[in-house]
């Protein structure tokens, strides 16, 4: 994919990486739709705002209709609640599904077939290390994110015939709103989306975007006491 011609719709691009997202793209040609439930707060120049709650299918659908012309989905929109699984609200784990897993599928279902009509084009979802393990206070997270993984890897399957590609982007923290009560290393939005990019320019199906995110996805096909030990210590410092 030529990233200078593409037509990109970006979730979340209101703040964070999802704003780095549509930023970079504008900067790099791109035409860009910049989503957001709130789409007043988006304050980027030379975007399209338009309105968007990707668990709400109506507004999903909506927006579908209202870009008819995008060749690349980046699904970026995300929550954290901070609940367990045991003992954490329920509201709060189910909404982390609905965004992460039920959101990023309506948007796929609802855009496949506006990419298979301009050429097949690309999506990106934006993951997480945390898509393969877990610590206190990130079970629902972790879930959410886990099942967000799944997806990616059944509709990069799925949509290969058309001629979709489909990239997961994996990353610990990122210095960003969300993250802001983290004291660990964290990367910038902006080597989130250059790699990211690299990655669709590439046909990448997987962008493991910092050495935390390496580390992890090295260690979790072994034993899970002796990977959680070395999770525990890197953790410690």
Do not use: C
């Amino acid at each position: 994919m030529d990233i200078s011609t593409s037509v990109a719709l970006v979730t979340g691009a209101n703040r964070g990486i999802g704003r780095e997202f549509a930023r970079i793209l504008v900067e790099r040609g791109a035409t860009v739709y910049a989503t957001a439930r709130h789409p007043e707060s988006i304050d980027l120049e030379g975007v399209r705002a338009l309105q968007l709650d990707i668990t709400d299918p109506e507004s999903v659908a909506a927006v579908a209709a209202a870009a008819p012309n995008v060749s690349l989905l980046i699904n970026n929109a995300g929550i954290t609640t901070g609940a367990d699984l045991v003992s954490g609200n329920l509201e709060k784990i189910r909404l982390e599904l609905d965004t992460h897993f039920w959101g990023t599928l309506s948007m796929t279902r609802a855009f496949a077939p506006v990419l298979a009509a301009n050429g097949g084009g690309a999506i990106v979802n934006v993951l997480s290390a945390l898509s393969w393990f877990t610590i206190p206070g990130t079970g629902s997270y972790h879930v959410a994110k886990a099942a967000e993984w799944a997806l990616t890897n059944s509709a990069r399957s799925e949509l290969a015939a058309q001629g979709t590609t489909v990239t997961g982007v994996h990353l610990g923290a990122a210095n960003t709103d969300m993250m802001r009560g983290y004291d660990g290393p964290k990367v910038s939005p902006t080597a989130v989306v250059e790699a990211a990019l690299a990655g669709v320019e590439a046909k990448a199906a997987e962008v493991l975007v910092d050495d935390w995110s390496r580390f992890i996805k090295a260690g979790v096909a072994g034993e899970p006491e002796p990977f959680y030990e070395g999770v525990r210590a890197a953790l410690a410092g």
